[in-house]
């Protein structure tokens, strides 16, 4: 799976939480594009949430 962003801000965190609420992959991230290695996750639904000074942003992610 391949995260992209528009802007790449100083300090920009990248975690992906389960449907318990528990984190299960947390990254830092320095480029525009980031590839987030997904074969260590169930199947199921997830989210995704990118952390900034600036605020954040959150996607949902599915692993089939």
Known sequence: VYITTEHV???MQLQIINQQGA????TSM???LTEID???LLPGVYVVKLISEKGFVVKKLVIE
Not at 23 to 26: A, K, L
């Open 30 to 32: 320095s480029e525009k």
């Open 23 to 26: 984190m299960v992959y947390r």
């Open 38 to 40: 997904t074969q260590n």
């Open 9 to 11: 801000v100083k300090n």
